[in-house]
């Protein structure tokens, strides 16, 4: 049984406490919210149900009648047929546990609500020998249980239990000494405070809560491609160092994107959108995607705020908690506004610091400075402008008769004699194009490639890649072929050149531009004999496509000139018809508006503003490369919400559901949205107000968890039928309340747990707390465990001083052999070492890959982050022990700190041996501990002195060079040591 494993003595049966759990495990899967799933018409989860006759006719419970109740007719009944619950379920009541029933019932079978959906409300502390009202009501309970509470744990217990509890690192031997010697009575309440203003108490806090919002380096799916999230990983750090109120933290991380004036963190905060798992395989259904999505954000947000499990409603209505299925898909319509692609890459904006948007806005100015040089007419320009129009190259734009293809791809021709290819894209293609036009002796043709958004990655090509390969072009008059001359492009990729040289026609390579896709380019074709004369002329032009691959031309236009060769790219770039249309216009009937514009035309590209061009570019790169440099994340960005439909069995491809509106679910309340959708600030203010009766309850559970190492609640994720019932439901209250009332500040409840008598307990039981509360349920005494992963870590850099404490920045990755990512596609990558201090940041840094999490942490069970993780579980297993032995960073960090035993130890092995466990354990050896470590010494410079290579191979672990100084015999030897002190239960455990 999860629940009611002991009957309580004869007296009053609360219907929260012993009731509801045994209906919730044996009984609501038929008679619980799950209209879908009930038989009989009978629901035993509410009152009025339950007291008034079902399909049958009979009434499960007659209030004060057990025996006229049809309930303990058919838990008592041995007949398969009408026992209850039936065989096929697999579950049987306890005879103790249907008494629990028949007294319920006698005593009126009084129904309660759940105590997690009621009002919040603060309780008023028992009488007892406390001044704190928490103790209070915890002693009331441990008289209640004729048990009594231990004594409190010695001080440099207490320092050490802070430290870990607070910061996630071991207290240093002088701040150990400092605490221990401190006599004022606001010692402890010091030590509290100081703890709580480090830095580092940020980055224990996020840690946790990193498992709930599910943060990761990777998208999880397929490939597990790299995804850019580390500064929503510096803002939940710097959010839980600079006290932001959770109620501010929940409304930024949620809606950040939505409120006025949103500041650059308050986006980054609204990155929590976009935690999720999400995936750009080939594929994979845009709509399903789109479903599966929804869903994650609606079971992540559930129990993050609300400790409820509303993912189990996608399908169904649950069958435990008062919440359906429209429930489910309401709260999921809240997150519809948020821009998103299904399927495919992820959009993410560049997060510059202060200093670098300070540099920025300087660089702009200096660049619109430089611009306004280029606006500027001066009499060199006018005279540069006159020669420059003697000599211009004139174009006409041909449209032409007819276009074909002959891998059959269709082509629009547009007004402005462009032509835009689509349709069918073979791998190789020749277009024919047939002109008709007046001009009198054609010299060349330009061949203008353009951008459009029907391309792939907008052209000018119909490649992927938006690429072209132009390998050939041939003109003919009627049946006479027109040799083709010298072509210049005015850009061309380094490996397929197209200059002007001595050849004819097309080099052998080909004209491609794929280093400048999605930009207008131009290649001018000389031709060797003119064409045209007088009437019309028609004339042919082919492209031909040979390179392969769908590397064609996707939209393009060409033009003709009369003008004499040779004729320059420089002297032919294409120009607006208005600029056309002037140059036409002899210069003496212009107007002034034509004079200014053909003036500023020429500016963009004469050669006396070249000096003033190569200063704006150099500009203009700088900010390019600080834009580069910077680190870029993922934003919710605010769309048109898309439609959210109720999916019947939550089948993504069934669009027969009823629409919803964004809607929280009806037993929790309602969000305060007037004529006028709901949205995701809406259900962030829900959350975090005093109406709502759970997020402060779950939350102040989980603070309760990080301090003792259990919660209130045992099932963090649950505070639903199938959780637990609160150990001490008025500390929940009185917390939750405080909680609020104080502003949502989480240190200073932190601190008000800190200071209780139950927090400073020692965590030594008796064989009386072992009998009568083997899980500390009561409090009697504080809590022991293993430290979590990535403090194990944290301890062993910081005992050998290696941990860097720089707060904030990018992923790191602790050391992994080659071939750690091999199965690892789309694309294929290798994990990189880091180097320097990358090697030796602190554990919440770490790479996060979630198919491939790093084997050291997960050996001490930390969370992949594929879905939301609100507590850890906690295992011992000899692979722990082979990792703190074995793996590169425990090892290094084991001959780092026996350099600082060797040199700051003293001389004698007794001495260093008492420095390493200070430094490790805050305390001394006992005289067993040190005979068994000495000799361990002892054996192994022996050892290592026979066998020099082998002491050298050790200490060339890691990344950090040895020391030479030291004596390499000696300081293997006190490596091993170091390894056996790091590799104690006690190293690693919070007591």
Known sequence: MAHAAT???????????????????????????????????????????????????????????????????????????????????????????????????????????????????????????????????????????????????????????????????????????????????????????????????????????????????????????????????????????????????????????????????????????????????????????????????????????????????????????????????????????????????????????????????????????????????????????????????????????????????????????????????????????????????ITALRIEVLPDKSLPKQGPGRADNGNFVLTGVSVAVGDLPVEVGAIEASHSQADRPVKRGKAKGIPKGGWAVLDAVGKPHFAVVELQDKIGGDGETTFTVKLQHDYGTKHTIGQFRIAATTARTPVLVKDSAPRSAEIEAILATAAAQRTAKQKADLAAHYRTFAPLLDPVRKQIAAVEGKIEAMNKAMPRTMISMPVEPRMVRVLPRGNWLDDSGQPVEPAVPVVLGRVKAENRRANRLDLAQWLASRDNPLVARVFVN???????????????????????????????????????????????????????????????????????????????????????????????????????????????????????????????????NSAGDGLYRRGVYTYWCRTFLHPSLAAFDASTREECVAERVRSNTPQQALVLLNDPTYVEAARVFAERIVREGGKDAASRLRFAFREALSRTPTADEQAVLLSLQTKHAAQYAADKAAATELLQTGGKPAAKDLDPVELAAWSSVSRTILNLHETITRN
Request: hydrophobic share 35%; with cysteine.
């Open 7 to 441: 009957v309580p003595p004869l007296g009053k049966v609360d219907f929260t406490r012993d009731i509801r759990p045994l209906l919730s495990d044996n009984c609501f899967a038929c008679h619980g919210p799950d209209a879908k799933q009930l038989k009989g018409k009978l629901r035993l989860d509410l009152s009025e149900s339950a007291k008034k006759p079902a399909k049958s006719g009979k009434i499960a419970i007659v209030p004060g009648k057990p025996a006229e109740s049809e309930l303990v007719a058919r838990l008592k009944t041995k007949d398969e047929a009408d026992v209850m619950p039936p065989p096929e379920s697999h579950k049987k009541l306890t005879p103790e546990q249907i008494a629990l029933f028949t007294r319920w019932i006698e005593q009126g079978a009084e129904y309660q609500g759940h105590w997690a959906y009621q009002k919040l409300a603060r309780p008023q502390a028992p009488a007892a020998p406390a001044a704190n009202p928490i103790d209070r009501m915890i002693l009331a309970r441990l008289a209640a249980q004729n048990l009594k509470p231990q004594p409190a744990a010695d001080r440099v217990t207490l320092i050490r239990r802070l430290s870990f509890d607070l910061t996630g690192l071991p207290p240093k031997p002088a701040e150990v000494d400092a605490f221990v010697n401190d006599t004022s009575p606001q010692a402890y309440e010091k030590l509290v405070d100081r703890l709580l203003a480090s830095q580092h108490y940020g980055e224990r806090m996020a840690a946790y809560w990193l498992d709930l919002v599910r943060y990761a380096d990777t998208r999880g799916y397929h490939g597990d491609q790299h995804q850019s999230t580390t500064p929503y990983r510096d803002y939940v750090i710097n959010a839980f160092n600079r006290n932001l109120s959770f109620d501010r933290f929940t409304t930024e991380q949620l809606a950040g994107d939505l409120l006025p004036d949103a500041t650059m963190e308050q986006r980054i905060a609204s990155g929590y959108n976009k935690l999720l798992m999400t995936t750009e395989e080939g594929g994979a259904q845009a709509k399903e995607y789109t479903a599966k999505y929804a869903a994650d954000r609606v079971r992540n947000a559930s129990i993050v705020w609300l400790g409820s499990t509303l993912g189990c409603s996608e399908c169904h209505d649950h069958k435990y908690d008062p919440f359906t299925q429209r429930d489910f898909y309401s709260m999921a319509a809240f997150f519809a506004d948020v821009k998103e692609t299904a399927v495919g890459g992820l959009e993410t904006v560049p997060v510059p610091t202060a200093e670098q948007t300070a540099e920025i806005a300087r660089l702009n100015r200096e660049v619109a400075a430089l611009k306004e040089q280029l606006t500027r007419p001066t009499p060199a320009l006018d005279s540069a402008l006159s020669e420059w129009e003697k000599a211009v190259v004139r174009w006409v734009s041909l449209k032409p008769a007819s276009v074909e293809s002959v891998g059959g791809a269709t082509f629009k021709v547009l007004d402005d004699a462009t032509v835009l290819a689509s349709g069918k894209s073979a791998d190789k293609d020749t277009y024919t194009l047939t002109f008709k036009t007046a001009l009198k002796d």
């Open 702 to 832: 989980r603070l309760w968890k990080i301090m003792f190492g259990r919660g209130l609640v045992t099932t963090l994720e649950d505070f639903g039928a199938q959780g637990t019932n609160p150990s001490h439901p008025e500390v929940l209250d009185w917390l939750a309340s405080e909680f609020i009332e104080s502003g949502w500040n989480i240190k200073q409840l932190l601190k008000v747990i800190a200071l209780t008598d139950a927090y400073q307990r020692t965590s030594r039981d008796t064989p009386e707390l072992r009998f009568k509360d083997p899980y500390n349920a009561q409090l009697a005494r504080q809590g022991r465990f293993r430290i979590e992963a990535e403090m194990v870590r944290d301890n062993a850099l910081a005992l050998s001083g290696l941990l860097v404490d720089s707060v904030g920045g990018n992923s790191v990755k602790p050391y992994q052999p080659p071939g750690y990512w091999s199965y690892l596609n789309f694309p294929r990558r290798e994990w990189e």
